[in-house]
Protein backbone atom coordinates (compact mmCIF):
# COMPACT_ATOMS: atom_id res chain seq x y z
CA UNK A 1 0.00 0.00 0.00
CA UNK A 2 2.18 2.72 0.81
CA UNK A 3 3.84 1.80 -2.74
CA UNK A 4 0.79 2.46 -4.28
CA UNK A 5 0.46 5.51 -2.10
CA UNK A 6 3.75 6.52 -3.02
CA UNK A 7 3.18 5.97 -6.88
CA UNK A 8 -0.03 8.04 -6.84
CA UNK A 9 2.29 11.21 -4.92
CA UNK A 10 4.81 10.54 -7.98
CA UNK A 11 1.82 10.89 -10.42
CA UNK A 12 0.43 14.14 -9.01
CA UNK A 13 3.94 15.18 -8.69
CA UNK A 14 4.06 15.29 -12.48
CA UNK A 15 0.82 16.91 -12.64
CA UNK A 16 2.30 19.66 -11.03
CA UNK A 17 5.69 19.89 -12.20
CA UNK A 18 4.34 19.91 -15.66
CA UNK A 19 1.85 22.62 -14.31
CA UNK A 20 4.39 24.78 -13.09
CA UNK A 21 4.96 26.77 -16.29
CA UNK A 22 1.34 27.33 -16.64
CA UNK A 23 0.83 28.89 -13.77
CA UNK A 24 2.84 31.66 -14.74
CA UNK A 25 0.00 33.40 -17.28
CA UNK A 26 -2.62 34.55 -14.63
CA UNK A 27 -6.56 32.79 -15.13
CA UNK A 28 -9.03 35.11 -15.33
CA UNK A 29 -10.94 35.58 -11.87
CA UNK A 30 -14.04 33.88 -12.88
CA UNK A 31 -12.19 31.17 -14.31
CA UNK A 32 -10.12 30.77 -11.14
CA UNK A 33 -13.61 30.67 -8.83
CA UNK A 34 -15.04 28.07 -11.34
CA UNK A 35 -11.77 25.75 -10.46
CA UNK A 36 -11.99 26.63 -7.50
CA UNK A 37 -16.07 25.98 -7.05
CA UNK A 38 -15.36 22.41 -9.08
CA UNK A 39 -12.43 21.08 -6.76
CA UNK A 40 -14.73 22.11 -3.55
CA UNK A 41 -17.59 19.43 -5.07
CA UNK A 42 -15.29 17.18 -6.29
CA UNK A 43 -13.08 16.85 -2.49
CA UNK A 44 -17.24 17.06 -0.74
CA UNK A 45 -18.41 13.77 -3.38
CA UNK A 46 -14.61 12.43 -2.46
CA UNK A 47 -15.24 12.99 1.73
CA UNK A 48 -18.62 11.42 1.27
CA UNK A 49 -17.18 8.06 -0.92
CA UNK A 50 -14.45 7.56 2.02
CA UNK A 51 -16.86 8.24 4.83
CA UNK A 52 -19.49 5.93 3.33
CA UNK A 53 -16.57 3.04 2.92
CA UNK A 54 -14.90 3.52 6.14
CA UNK A 55 -18.96 2.84 7.39
CA UNK A 56 -18.55 0.22 5.48
CA UNK A 57 -15.62 -1.52 6.72
CA UNK A 58 -16.45 -0.86 10.72
CA UNK A 59 -19.81 -2.38 9.82
CA UNK A 60 -17.96 -5.50 8.37
CA UNK A 61 -15.36 -5.31 11.09
CA UNK A 62 -12.51 -5.29 8.70
CA UNK A 63 -9.12 -3.88 10.01
CA UNK A 64 -7.21 -3.75 7.15
CA UNK A 65 -9.88 -1.83 5.05
CA UNK A 66 -9.76 0.83 7.04
CA UNK A 67 -6.33 0.73 6.75
CA UNK A 68 -6.64 0.81 2.98
CA UNK A 69 -8.83 3.65 3.35
CA UNK A 70 -7.11 5.79 5.19
CA UNK A 71 -4.08 5.48 2.88
CA UNK A 72 -6.83 6.23 -0.32
CA UNK A 73 -7.66 9.43 1.94
CA UNK A 74 -4.18 10.48 1.82
CA UNK A 75 -3.66 9.89 -1.88
CA UNK A 76 -6.73 11.43 -2.73
CA UNK A 77 -5.46 14.63 -0.31
CA UNK A 78 -2.39 14.57 -2.31
CA UNK A 79 -4.16 15.17 -5.31
CA UNK A 80 -5.89 18.52 -3.73
CA UNK A 81 -3.39 19.78 -1.85
CA UNK A 82 -1.34 20.05 -5.68
CA UNK A 83 -4.12 22.42 -6.48
CA UNK A 84 -5.14 23.85 -3.21
CA UNK A 85 -3.55 23.24 0.26
CA UNK A 86 -6.63 24.30 2.13
CA UNK A 87 -9.37 22.60 0.28
CA UNK A 88 -6.87 19.50 1.35
CA UNK A 89 -6.90 20.25 4.44
CA UNK A 90 -10.59 20.45 4.98
CA UNK A 91 -10.43 17.10 3.23
CA UNK A 92 -8.37 16.08 5.74
CA UNK A 93 -9.94 17.20 8.28
CA UNK A 94 -13.67 15.64 7.84
CA UNK A 95 -12.52 12.40 7.65
CA UNK A 96 -10.48 12.80 10.41
CA UNK A 97 -14.06 13.88 12.33
CA UNK A 98 -15.18 11.51 11.64
CA UNK A 99 -12.85 8.86 12.90
CA UNK A 100 -13.24 10.83 15.83
CA UNK A 101 -16.31 10.16 16.25
CA UNK A 102 -16.26 6.93 15.68
CA UNK A 103 -13.03 6.28 17.64
CA UNK A 104 -14.90 3.15 20.14
CA UNK A 105 -16.56 1.60 16.72
CA UNK A 106 -12.98 1.61 15.25
CA UNK A 107 -11.38 0.30 18.08
CA UNK A 108 -13.88 -2.37 18.20
CA UNK A 109 -12.63 -3.29 14.59
CA UNK A 110 -9.31 -3.17 15.18
CA UNK A 111 -8.67 -4.71 18.59
CA UNK A 112 -5.10 -6.12 19.01
CA UNK A 113 -4.54 -5.40 15.46
CA UNK A 114 -1.05 -3.28 16.36
CA UNK A 115 -0.18 -2.19 12.63
CA UNK A 116 -3.47 -1.07 12.25
CA UNK A 117 -4.04 0.57 15.44
CA UNK A 118 -1.02 2.89 15.23
CA UNK A 119 -1.64 3.42 11.26
CA UNK A 120 -4.98 4.61 11.88
CA UNK A 121 -4.11 6.52 15.50
CA UNK A 122 -1.50 8.63 13.71
CA UNK A 123 -3.61 9.84 10.85
CA UNK A 124 -6.61 10.38 13.09
CA UNK A 125 -4.67 12.67 15.94
CA UNK A 126 -2.25 14.15 13.59
CA UNK A 127 -2.94 17.71 13.28
CA UNK A 128 -4.25 18.76 9.84
CA UNK A 129 -0.97 21.16 9.16
CA UNK A 130 1.40 17.93 10.26
CA UNK A 131 -0.57 15.67 7.85
CA UNK A 132 -0.46 18.30 4.72
CA UNK A 133 3.34 18.98 5.46
CA UNK A 134 3.89 15.17 5.03
CA UNK A 135 2.13 15.21 2.11
CA UNK A 136 4.43 17.79 0.41
CA UNK A 137 7.17 16.17 1.08
CA UNK A 138 5.97 13.24 -0.72
CA UNK A 139 4.79 14.81 -3.43
CA UNK A 140 8.86 16.47 -3.30
CA UNK A 141 10.23 12.92 -3.22
CA UNK A 142 8.43 11.56 -5.50
CA UNK A 143 9.10 14.70 -7.98
CA UNK A 144 12.57 14.09 -7.25
CA UNK A 145 12.12 10.54 -8.34
CA UNK A 146 10.36 11.59 -11.54
CA UNK A 147 13.42 13.64 -12.27
CA UNK A 148 15.60 11.03 -11.38
CA UNK A 149 14.25 8.91 -13.45
CA UNK A 150 13.96 11.14 -16.23
CA UNK A 151 17.92 11.71 -15.72
CA UNK A 152 18.42 8.00 -16.08
CA UNK A 153 16.43 7.38 -18.73
CA UNK A 154 18.73 10.86 -20.85
CA UNK A 155 21.61 8.99 -19.85
CA UNK A 156 21.04 5.51 -20.90
CA UNK A 157 19.72 7.25 -24.62
CA UNK A 158 22.44 8.85 -24.56
CA UNK A 159 25.07 5.98 -23.40
CA UNK A 160 22.94 3.77 -26.45
CA UNK A 161 23.62 6.75 -28.62
CA UNK A 162 27.52 6.38 -28.24
CA UNK A 163 27.20 2.76 -27.96
CA UNK A 164 26.00 2.77 -31.41
CA UNK A 165 28.28 4.92 -32.65
CA UNK A 166 30.57 3.22 -31.23
CA UNK A 167 29.58 -0.34 -32.86
CA UNK A 168 29.21 2.25 -36.54
CA UNK A 169 32.80 2.86 -36.13
CA UNK A 170 34.33 -0.79 -35.44
CA UNK A 171 32.12 -2.30 -38.29
CA UNK A 172 34.11 1.24 -40.40
CA UNK A 173 36.91 -0.08 -38.99
CA UNK A 174 36.56 -3.83 -40.03
CA UNK A 175 35.80 -3.34 -43.44
CA UNK A 176 38.85 -0.94 -43.92
CA UNK A 177 40.58 -3.89 -42.70
CA UNK A 178 39.38 -6.22 -44.83
CA UNK A 179 39.47 -3.74 -47.83
CA UNK A 180 43.04 -3.10 -46.84
CA UNK A 181 43.67 -6.99 -46.34
CA UNK A 182 42.32 -7.32 -49.72
CA UNK A 183 44.29 -5.08 -51.21
CA UNK A 184 47.56 -6.73 -49.91
CA UNK A 185 46.41 -10.13 -51.26
CA UNK A 186 45.69 -8.72 -54.80
CA UNK A 187 49.61 -7.02 -54.59
CA UNK A 188 50.85 -9.83 -53.59
CA UNK A 189 49.40 -12.01 -56.15
CA UNK A 190 50.64 -9.42 -58.52
CA UNK A 191 54.47 -9.09 -57.45
CA UNK A 192 54.43 -13.27 -57.75
CA UNK A 193 53.13 -13.19 -61.27
CA UNK A 194 55.81 -10.26 -62.45
CA UNK A 195 58.26 -12.50 -60.24
CA UNK A 196 57.19 -15.41 -62.10
CA UNK A 197 57.15 -13.27 -65.41
CA UNK A 198 60.65 -12.70 -65.33
CA UNK A 199 62.19 -15.45 -63.70
CA UNK A 200 60.03 -17.32 -66.78
CA UNK A 201 61.61 -14.68 -69.31
CA UNK A 202 64.78 -15.19 -67.67
CA UNK A 203 64.66 -19.00 -68.23
CA UNK A 204 63.75 -19.28 -71.57
CA UNK A 205 66.69 -16.31 -72.76
CA UNK A 206 69.22 -18.68 -71.54
CA UNK A 207 67.80 -21.48 -72.50
CA UNK A 208 67.80 -19.58 -76.33
CA UNK A 209 70.91 -18.73 -75.86
CA UNK A 210 72.50 -21.58 -74.73
CA UNK A 211 70.94 -23.94 -77.98
CA UNK A 212 72.42 -20.41 -80.34
CA UNK A 213 75.91 -21.77 -78.69
CA UNK A 214 75.51 -25.29 -79.11
CA UNK A 215 74.67 -24.69 -82.99
CA UNK A 216 77.86 -22.18 -83.71
CA UNK A 217 79.63 -24.96 -81.84
CA UNK A 218 80.34 -22.80 -78.65
Known amino acids: M????????????????????????????????????????????????????LTEGIEAKDANKLQEIVEAVKAKAAEFFAKNPEIAKE????????????AEKVKAVVGSNAAVSTALAAFTDAPVDNVVEGLSEYLNAGKEAVEGAAEGVKDAA??????????????????????????????????EAVD?????????????????AKKLGL
Open 2 to 53: KKVLFLAFAAVAISFASCGNKAKDAAPVDEVVVDSAALVEEANASVDEMITK
Open 91 to 102: YLTKVQNFLKEN
Open 158 to 191: EGAVDAAKEKAADAVNDVQKKGADVLDAAQKKAN
Open 196 to 212: NAQKKAADEASKAVGNA
